[in-house]
Each structure stands twice: as structure tokens, then as C-alpha cells.
């Protein structure tokens, strides 16, 4: 008999263990504003009215550009792998453009290379924390990508980067 019971104890025990953790963890609702959508990102995504944390620095927003702006393609894709543990899950093309104001195409380009290690040292740092596992193109996830882009950009070429645009995103599983 109690070789029988123990298993189920043990059972109960560990359901109601995972049971109260997954009610501590649980993240707070978000308030409804009743206005769904705010705004458009550059993408076309929609954005939530609180789509910036209260971590979040302002200086990451898009800057208006006064007098125009022009854009600086990065030639080759970003070229990301997914791990999941150990293996090798998918891997990940961004092709990224950098909005800058007119004349300032050059800038970009003579720093490509720093740049562009940053750039994809952020994106690896987003494939850790599963910004492209399940539903990738969520406006969460990108919203999220695009602002860490955008605060290295800035970082390296300062207000010179007004905004960061994601040309195209491609994900080959494995």
C-alpha cells in the first residue's frame, strides 16, 4: 500500500508546486484603455497605447527628421541561429535599413562594420531570450528588437540614427 500511495502523494505534490508558482508568476493584466490601437509602427504592426516601459529611455523612440530623411540599407542580411538548449532549432535573416536625415547615407557606411557587429550581437541576445521562437513577428517581440537596434545604432552613430527599419525577416527551421 505504500508503494501505491507515494507516487500519487509525490504527484499532487509537484501539481500543486507548479500550480502556485505559475500563480506568483503571473504577469499583471494590462489595463484597458478601450483604444486598441494607437498608432502604427514603421513596419505597418500596430502598437499598444503602452508600448513603451517604464524602463524603457525615451532617447529610443524614432526621431522626425526636419528636413527629410534617406535611408542606408545594410547590403547583407543578419544571419541569427535559434538554439533551443544545445541544438541548432532555425535560423533567422534580417535585412536591416537605418533611417538617417538626407546626406548622412555616408556616415553609416563608413562605420559598417562596428555597426553591424553591435547590431547583430543585439540580435543574438534577442534569439536567447526567445524573441524568435513561436510567433516572432508578434509587435511585442519586434517592438522590442527594434528598440535595442535602435539604442545601439544611436549609441554608435548618436542622433544621426532616427529610426531602425526591418526590411525583411526570414526564418529556415532546421
Same mark, same amino acid.
Given at each position: 500500500?505504500?508503494?501505491?500511495?507515494?507516487?500519487?502523494?509525490?504527484?499532487? @505534490?509537484?501539481? %500543486?508546486?507548479? !500550480?502556485? +508558482?505559475?500563480?506568483?508568476?503571473?504577469? #499583471? $493584466? &494590462?489595463?484597458?484603455?478601450?483604444?486598441?490601437?494607437?498608432?502604427? @509602427?514603421?513596419? %505597418?504592426?500596430? !502598437?499598444? +497605447?503602452?508600448?513603451?516601459?517604464?524602463? #524603457? $529611455? &525615451?532617447?529610443?523612440?524614432?526621431?522626425?527628421?526636419?528636413?527629410?530623411?534617406?535611408?542606408?540599407?545594410?547590403?547583407?542580411?543578419?544571419?541569427?541561429?535559434?538554439? #533551443?538548449?544545445?541544438?541548432?532549432?532555425?535560423?533567422?535573416?534580417?535585412?536591416?535599413?537605418?533611417?538617417?536625415?538626407?546626406?548622412?547615407?555616408?556616415?553609416?557606411?563608413?562605420?559598417?562594420?562596428?555597426?553591424?557587429?553591435?547590431?547583430?550581437?543585439?540580435?543574438?541576445?534577442?534569439?536567447?531570450?526567445?524573441?524568435?521562437?513561436?510567433?516572432?513577428?508578434?509587435?511585442?517581440?519586434?517592438?522590442?528588437?527594434?528598440?535595442?537596434?535602435?539604442?545601439?545604432?544611436?549609441?554608435?552613430?548618436?542622433?544621426?540614427?532616427?529610426?531602425?527599419?526591418?526590411?525583411?525577416?526570414?526564418?529556415?527551421?532546421?
Amino acid at each position: 500500500m505504500k508503494k501505491f500511495l507515494l507516487p500519487i502523494v509525490m504527484l499532487l @505534490a509537484g501539481t %500543486g508546486a507548479g !500550480v502556485g +508558482a505559475a500563480i506568483i508568476l503571473k504577469p #499583471d $493584466p &494590462v489595463p484597458d484603455t478601450g483604444d486598441d490601437i494607437v498608432a502604427a @509602427a514603421p513596419c %505597418g504592426d500596430p !502598437v499598444a +497605447a503602452d508600448a513603451t516601459t517604464p524602463d #524603457d $529611455p &525615451v532617447d529610443v523612440a524614432p526621431i522626425a527628421a526636419s528636413e527629410g530623411s534617406e535611408f542606408a540599407p545594410l547590403e547583407n542580411p543578419f544571419v541569427i541561429p535559434v538554439m #533551443d538548449g544545445e541544438d541548432l532549432v532555425s535560423m533567422m535573416a534580417i535585412t536591416v535599413s537605418i533611417e538617417v536625415p538626407t546626406g548622412q547615407v555616408s556616415a553609416v557606411y563608413d562605420i559598417e562594420p562596428r555597426l553591424r557587429d553591435s547590431l547583430l550581437q543585439d540580435m543574438f541576445q534577442h534569439a536567447n531570450i526567445g524573441g524568435f521562437t513561436g510567433n516572432y513577428t508578434a509587435t511585442d517581440k519586434l517592438r522590442i528588437l527594434r528598440q535595442d537596434l535602435l539604442r545601439t545604432a544611436r549609441d554608435i552613430l548618436g542622433d544621426t540614427a532616427l529610426d531602425i527599419l526591418l526590411i525583411d525577416i526570414k526564418r529556415q527551421d532546421v
